[in-house]
């Protein structure tokens, strides 16, 4: 009988014994990350029969297991996974929305005094200072979308090396998931008791792997399986897959995220298949906010470089010369695919800058005269039968070589349209301030007749006129008399009516129209007496006192030049707007994501982590057991010394 006291006590202590050695354990480790708190399963040993019924042997612990809900586990990597995607943007976009609204480094100052240097010409047309006022402002307009895009192109290279690390990163992880879930396996079945040490470790990686890319977790046995994407398996049971990144096949500046299984051929992940952690982020940053900003702003910098040229050829400089480009051509950026068999090299123009967009296009030739354009933004397809082509606003030819039937071509018509943008002239003299004609009314006029608003366009440049154009009118006949004999004439009312009058015809005499010829416009106003007449004069020589073409050159200032109605300004405004509405909607969604972590997180260690004043309380209720199983020893050593002294 002492004996059996004596193991039943035994058999307490060591219980107790073994509880407080596993709430050390959970004391000792209550900061290590990933730790979860662990209890000690106790049941009574197997009764004996005495006879008179069953008699206990004490207790035993049956196994140590670890306080762990997978449940909670899920919540916590799937609000780690979302969090730290919109964390990532944020603080990606920051960047951009804090050089955007920096009043010294942003697009809008230097626009701003490019105009301010331009509407002063006019004041000044034949001014040296003015004229190199308005030459170095440009120049440094120039230099200010050249900076921008630069640091567009840091932050999109900034972007591929975080690309690099986070798929190491992730790599790193499977690995060492693949290489927990065999020493689990091997643990497990040697003893099979749970391994509680080498478990916390695997689900702190893949915590740590939810934090890189949203991952899905599914238990094989004692095993995880690791997806990720649309169900690509990146560990199954010990065997691991890799992430990597690879040129774009279509862009070969251009990183992308790859999955390569087992000596495969990395296969590109799109965009739906890279969601969530700081994959997720840069992948949603750079194809929403980055490409877009530099798309607008490129979009911009055409928009500027073709009106303004196009204007300051219409004018004439102050050697009395046609205008020559004021800033030099930008080009559209067009890329061969690297799977691409045949060897043409194409060549893009803009034809229409305020027709051309933001997105980036794609060309594919099918054989023959078949050849469709893919609108990126939006997904539209044109099909085309010949090339050149033409699609907002932008020509594309082939300047060498031959197509193979499912060649394609990325097509970024702004992309690099910002960094291109550089200043043509070199000389001051070679700002066209000037209109190449001159309108007026005679001296003798006695009505009040007024002519207005001439402008010139490239037909007139072409061919302009030789000698004065004289314009008189005819009361009896109600028309405008003189013009070219060789030229049609039309006339466009105030209403919107147009009429176009054969060369030579009559053309009838209305106040408010504009009238047209040989690619000269003006407006008549007023009530003209018989016999007033109006002159065209050519300009020659030095226009040192002639500002109309600075007028028109500063009107663009506030021209709807850009596509969708924009000025220059406005669309640079919308730009900024857009990209700081988006940084505040992802600090607002980013805040409460955050907050649900927080509460995920808490909630799991509420029921996992450890809490010292328990662990106190079980210390505490353990020395008692302990100190109660060696009183029992004690009694039974006691009575089996009785035994033994009995006489």
Same mark, same amino acid.
């Given at each position: 009988?002492?004996?059996?006291?004596?193991?039943?006590?035994?058999?307490?202590?060591?219980?107790?014994?073994?509880?407080?050695?596993?709430?050390?354990?959970?004391?000792?480790?209550?900061?290590?990350?990933?730790?979860?708190?662990?209890?000690?399963?106790?049941?009574?040993?197997?009764?004996?029969?005495?006879?008179?019924?069953?008699?206990?042997?004490?207790?035993?612990?049956?196994?140590?297991?670890?306080?762990?809900?997978?449940?909670?586990?899920?919540?916590?990597?799937?609000?780690?996974?979302?969090?730290?995607?919109?964390?990532?943007?944020?603080?990606?976009?920051?960047?951009?929305?804090?050089?955007?609204?920096?009043?010294?480094?942003?697009?809008?100052?230097?626009?701003?005094?490019?105009?301010?240097?331009?509407?002063?010409?006019?004041?000044?047309?034949?001014?040296?200072?003015?004229?190199?006022?308005?030459?170095?402002?440009?120049?440094?307009?120039?230099?200010?979308?050249?900076?921008?895009?630069?640091?567009?192109?840091?932050?999109?290279?900034?972007?591929?090396?975080?690309?690099?690390?986070?798929?190491?990163?992730?790599?790193?992880?499977?690995?060492?998931?693949?290489?927990?879930?065999?020493?689990?396996?091997?643990?497990?079945?040697?003893?099979?008791?749970?391994?509680?040490?080498?478990?916390?470790?695997?689900?702190?990686?893949?915590?740590?792997?939810?934090?890189?890319?949203?991952?899905?977790?599914?238990?094989?046995?004692?095993?995880?399986?690791?997806?990720?994407?649309?169900?690509?398996?990146?560990?199954?049971?010990?065997?691991?897959?890799?992430?990597?990144?690879?040129?774009?096949?279509?862009?070969?500046?251009?990183?992308?995220?790859?999955?390569?299984?087992?000596?495969?051929?990395?296969?590109?992940?799109?965009?739906?298949?890279?969601?969530?952690?700081?994959?997720?982020?840069?992948?949603?940053?750079?194809?929403?906010?980055?490409?877009?900003?530099?798309?607008?702003?490129?979009?911009?910098?055409?928009?500027?470089?073709?009106?303004?040229?196009?204007?300051?050829?219409?004018?004439?400089?102050?050697?009395?010369?046609?205008?020559?480009?004021?800033?030099?051509?930008?080009?559209?950026?067009?890329?061969?695919?690297?799977?691409?068999?045949?060897?043409?090299?194409?060549?893009?123009?803009?034809?229409?800058?305020?027709?051309?967009?933001?997105?980036?296009? #794609? +060309?594919?030739?099918?054989?023959? !005269?078949?050849?469709?354009?893919?609108?990126? &933004?939006? $997904? =539209? %397809? @044109?099909? /085309?039968?010949?090339?050149?082509?033409?699609?907002?606003?932008?020509?594309?030819?082939?300047?060498?070589?031959?197509?193979?039937?499912?060649?394609?071509?990325?097509?970024?018509?702004?992309?690099?349209?910002?960094?291109?943008?550089?200043?043509?002239?070199?000389?001051?003299?070679?700002?066209?301030?000037?209109?190449?004609?001159?309108?007026?009314?005679?001296?003798?006029?006695?009505?009040?007749?007024?002519?207005?608003?001439?402008?010139?366009?490239?037909?007139?440049?072409?061919?302009?006129?030789?000698?004065?154009?004289?314009?008189?009118?005819?009361?009896?006949?109600? #028309? +405008?008399?003189?013009?070219?004999? !060789?030229?049609?004439?039309?006339?466009?009312? &105030?209403? $919107? =009516? %147009? @009429?176009? /009058?054969?060369?030579?015809?009559?053309?009838?005499?209305?106040?408010?129209?504009?009238?047209?010829?040989?690619?000269?416009?003006?407006?008549?106003?007023?009530?003209?007496?018989?016999?007033?007449?109006?002159?065209?004069?050519?300009?020659?020589?030095?226009?040192?006192?002639?500002?109309?073409?600075?007028?028109?050159?500063?009107?663009?200032?506030?021209?709807?030049?850009?596509?969708?109605?924009?000025?220059?300004?406005?669309?640079?405004?919308?730009?900024?707007?857009?990209?700081?509405?988006?940084?505040?909607?992802?600090?607002?969604?980013?805040?409460?994501?955050?907050?649900? +972590?927080?509460?995920?997180?808490?909630?799991?260690?509420?029921?996992?982590?450890?809490?010292?004043?328990?662990?106190?309380?079980?210390?505490?209720?353990?020395?008692?057991?302990?100190?109660?199983?060696?009183?029992?020893?004690?009694?039974?050593?006691?009575?089996?010394?009785?035994?033994?002294?009995?006489?």
């Amino acid at each position: 009988m002492g004996s059996d006291i004596l193991n039943i006590g035994k058999s307490a202590l060591n219980a107790a014994q073994i509880g407080i050695s596993v709430t050390g354990n959970n004391i000792s480790n209550a900061s290590s990350a990933g730790y979860n708190r662990q209890v000690i399963s106790q049941s009574a040993a197997a009764s004996q029969n005495v006879g008179f019924g069953y008699l206990g042997k004490g207790t035993q612990v049956t196994s140590i297991e670890r306080v762990y809900s997978a449940l909670l586990a899920k919540q916590v990597n799937v609000s780690q996974a979302r969090s730290s995607e919109l964390s990532t943007y944020s603080s990606q976009i920051s960047s951009i929305n804090n050089m955007l609204a920096d009043s010294s480094a942003g697009l809008s100052p230097a626009l701003q005094d490019f105009f301010d240097s331009v509407q002063d010409l006019t004041n000044n047309p034949g001014s040296a200072s003015s004229r190199q006022a308005m030459l170095s402002s440009s120049e440094a307009l120039a230099s200010r979308f050249q900076s921008l895009s630069s640091r567009l192109t840091e932050m999109e290279n900034s972007v591929n090396s975080q690309l690099r690390s986070s798929t190491s990163l992730v790599n790193s992880y499977a690995q060492q998931i693949a290489s927990l879930n065999d020493s689990i396996n091997n643990a497990m079945g040697a003893t099979g008791k749970t391994p509680n040490d080498l478990m916390d470790q695997r689900d702190l990686l893949v915590s740590k792997m939810s934090s890189q890319i949203k991952t899905t977790i599914v238990q094989s046995g004692n095993s995880y399986n690791v997806f990720v994407g649309n169900g690509l398996p990146l560990v199954v049971d010990k065997e691991s897959y890799s992430l990597s990144v690879v040129n774009s096949p279509t862009d070969s500046t251009r990183l992308e995220v790859a999955y390569s299984g087992k000596g495969g051929t990395p296969i590109i992940l799109g965009e739906n298949s890279v969601t969530g952690g700081t994959l997720g982020g840069l992948v949603q940053f750079r194809n929403h906010s980055l490409d877009t900003t530099k798309n607008q702003l490129g979009q911009i910098a055409i928009s500027l470089t073709e009106t303004f040229n196009a204007q300051q050829k219409l004018g004439l400089d102050l050697n009395g010369n046609a205008g020559v480009n004021y800033f030099n051509t930008i080009s559209p950026t067009i890329k061969s695919n690297g799977n691409n068999t045949g060897n043409a090299v194409l060549t893009g123009s803009f034809t229409d800058a305020s027709a051309v967009t933001t997105s980036d296009y #794609t +060309l594919t030739y099918n054989g023959g !005269t078949n050849y469709s354009v893919k609108r990126l &933004s939006d $997904g =539209t %397809t @044109t099909n /085309y039968t010949s090339m050149p082509i033409t699609i907002d606003g932008v020509s594309i030819s082939v300047s060498s070589g031959t197509m193979s039937s499912g060649d394609n071509f990325l097509i970024q018509p702004t992309a690099d349209a910002a960094r291109q943008i550089s200043v043509s002239i070199t000389g001051t003299d070679q700002i066209a301030a000037a209109s190449p004609l001159i309108a007026a009314k005679s001296s003798s006029n006695t009505g009040s007749g007024a002519i207005s608003n001439l402008t010139v366009n490239s037909a007139y440049m072409g061919s302009p006129f030789s000698s004065a154009l004289t314009l008189t009118y005819n009361s009896g006949t109600g #028309t +405008l008399n003189g013009f070219p004999a !060789t030229e049609a004439v039309t006339v466009k009312t &105030s209403s $919107g =009516t %147009t @009429t176009t /009058y054969a060369a030579g015809a009559a053309v009838p005499y209305t106040a408010g129209a504009t009238y047209t010829v040989a690619g000269a416009s003006f407006t008549m106003g007023g009530t003209p007496n018989n016999g007033d007449s109006f002159t065209l004069t050519p300009s020659t020589g030095s226009s040192s006192g002639n500002n109309t073409n600075a007028l028109l050159l500063a009107k663009l200032q506030t021209a709807s030049t850009v596509s969708g109605n924009k000025s220059y300004e406005a669309a640079f405004a919308q730009i900024v707007s857009a990209v700081g509405n988006k940084t505040s909607e992802l600090q607002v969604t980013g805040a409460a994501e955050a907050t649900l +972590l927080e509460q995920a997180q808490a909630e799991m260690e509420s029921n996992s982590g450890v809490n010292l004043d328990e662990e106190a309380a079980n210390l505490l209720r353990y020395q008692q057991s302990y100190q109660a199983a060696a009183k029992v020893m004690q009694i039974a050593s006691q009575m089996f010394d009785t035994l033994i002294n009995i006489r």
